[in-house]
Every structure is written in C-alpha cells, then in structure tokens.
C-alpha cells in the first residue's frame, strides 16, 4: 500500500488520488507571483497543524520575517509554529556563500534533528545559484534527493520560471523530480489569472487538466477553471 500525503491545499489532493506520495520530490515552478511562496508554506503550515507532520521551510527568496508577516493574514501562524517545535524556517541568505554541499549538510541535519517529514526549498532557482559548477551541482542534487527519500521526506522545491518560457531550464527535472506542477500566469480579459498545470507525478493518475489558483483571506486553493 502506497503512503499518500495530504498537500494541505483545497483543492489539490483529488487531482493526485489523495495526495503527494511520501518521500517524493514535487518541482512547483511558476511565474513570479504565481502563489509558489503560498502554496508551499501551506504544505508546511498545514501538514503541522492539521496532519501533525513536522517541516523545515527553507527560504532564500523572502526573509524569513516577511515571509511570516504575509503568512500571518491567511491565518498561518509561523513564529508560534516554530515555537512548538512543529517547524523550523531558516533564512539561508545569511550563509548563501557557504555553497551548494554545505548548505545541503546544514538542511539534512535540521531535518533530522526535529524529525521533519515535510520540507520546502524555495527556491531552488536561489539555491543552486549557489553552487557555479555544473557538474557538481547535478551529482549534488541526485545524493540530496536520494537522501531525502531514504529519510521518507516529502519535498516541494520551488523554481523562478519567467513568463512565456517553455522549459524550466534547469537540467535536473528529469532525475531529481517525481512530480512537475507548474503555476501560470495569464491575462484573459483584462484580468490576471493563474493557472495550475501537473506536468508529471510518478505513479499516480492525476489530472491532465488546467486548474486556477484562488488566493482569498484564506489563503491559496485550486479550483476549476473558468474563463468568464
Ligand atoms: N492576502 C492576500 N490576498 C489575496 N491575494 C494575495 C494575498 N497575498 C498575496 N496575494 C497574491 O499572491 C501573490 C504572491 O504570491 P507568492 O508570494 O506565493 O508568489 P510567488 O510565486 O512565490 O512569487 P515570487 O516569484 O515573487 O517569489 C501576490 O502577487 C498576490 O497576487
Ligand atoms: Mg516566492
């Protein structure tokens, strides 16, 4: 019997038979504003709150006290997260010239440290930046995913895609993500909307159909799509 994770986002765990597969690496790429920040902090948020599953949400695009500033107006209480010991931020800007090894070491040890089950990479655009050398970054990756599925941690790495391109550019898709969903913003009608498209997702049946991204008070959700 496979394990399935709740993503912790309306909407979403039907299109996946239920949800993430435990363990896996789900690529969430997307226009800038697209809700990448959103929907992975609510994979977090959620998987503590309501799925007692503990995460590490490391962040290199927003500080870390923006990120719980914003957060906070959806109901999303970090700092108290982290207080409880159900989370742990770390904001990487400070050490980002420590490279791509010693920053995958310093995140590995957190995770076991508080047990996580749950982590978030946003983003790995930001994060490979780090690491200049090709190659290295390539075989540094695979031994991060395989190190991850060994500790049965369920991973969302998000990644800057700028509008119109077609691929995401990064040369690991293929062998560092079970699964691709990619957030896109269009203009239909004078209004922006974002669509929300699973590209892959190893062994499951999932949707092949575009979905739309709502952001209320709430916070972020999948509904249908609709062009009116
Ligand atoms: N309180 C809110 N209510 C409604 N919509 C909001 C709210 N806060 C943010 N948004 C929407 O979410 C967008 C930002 O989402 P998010 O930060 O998750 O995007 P992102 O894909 O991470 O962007 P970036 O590329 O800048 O990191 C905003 O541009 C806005 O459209
Ligand atoms: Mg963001």
Redesign the pocket.
């Known amino acids: 019997m496979v394990e399935r994770v709740k993503s912790g986002v309306d909407g979403l765990d039907r299109l996946v038979e239920g949800g993430f597969l435990k363990g896996d690496v789900i690529l969430l790429a ?10 992975s902090a609510q994979f977090i948020c959620n998987g503590a709150v309501k799925y007692g599953e503990k995460g590490v949400y490391v962040t290199f ?2 500080n870390a006290g923006t990120l719980k500033r ?1 957060l906070l ?2 109901g999303y209480d970090l700092e108290k997260l982290e207080r409880e010991g159900a989370v742990k931020i770390l904001d990487l800007e400070a050490i980002k010239g420590a490279g791509l090894s010693a920053n995958i070491e310093f995140i590995l040890n957190v995770l076991r440290e508080i047990g996580a089950q749950r982590l978030v990479i ?2 790995l655009t930001a994060f490979l930046s780090a690491c200049e050398e090709k190659f290295e970054y390539r075989t540094l990756m695979h031994l991060f995913y395989k190190i991850l599925k060994k500790l049965g941690c369920t991973t969302v790495m ?1 990644c ?1 895609v700028p509008t119109g391109l077609e691929t995401l550019g990064l040369g690991i898709e293929e062998f560092i993500a079970d699964s691709v969903i990619t ?1 896109e913003n269009i203009v239909h009608d004078g209004e922006l909307k974002t669509r929300f498209l699973i590209r892959k997702m190893r062994g499951t049946n999932h949707s092949k159909k575009y979905h739309e991204v709502m ?3 709430k916070g972020l959700k999948i509904v249908s799509f609709s062009m009116s």
Request: glycine share 14%; net charge negative; hydrophobic share 20%.
């Open positions: 997307g226009n800038t504003g697209s809700g990448k920040t959103i929907l695009e927003e914003n107006r959806f946003d983003s998000t800057s957030l952001i209320d008070r």
